[in-house]
């Protein structure tokens, strides 16, 4: 159980970083593609990182249809935001 837990975690951190450097416009198809999982799982996460580690993400949506929006991290909560680019 120690292992699933620490391998979310490592997961979780990679999709900050993978979010933190995706500039520009993605949706959350694109990000899922990029970070190897599925819309679900990306899903998952991001409410694992509200809930556990109080992280805050917003989703700004374009003033038009296209392009479609993009996600910022607004809040790195409970992670060192420098240590988190870094490692």
């Known amino acids: 159980m120690a ?3 620490y391998t979310q975690g490592q ?3 990679e999709l900050l970083r993978l979010l933190h450097h ?3 416009w993605v949706t959350i198809e694109e990000l899922s ?3 190897g999982e ?3 799982t990306t899903i998952r996460i991001f409410a ?3 809930r556990d580690f109080e992280v805050v ?3 700004h949506r374009s003033p038009q249809d296209s392009p479609p929006g993009y996600y910022s991290i607004d809040d790195w909560g409970l992670f060192d935001r420098q240590r988190v680019l870094t490692v």
């Open 22 to 24: 995706s500039h520009g």
């Open 3 to 5: 292992d699933a837990v």
């Open 11 to 13: 997961r979780a951190i």
């Open 48 to 50: 694992m990182l509200r």
């Open 38 to 40: 599925s819309r679900a």
């Open 57 to 59: 993400i917003t989703y």
């Open 33 to 35: 593609v990029e970070f």
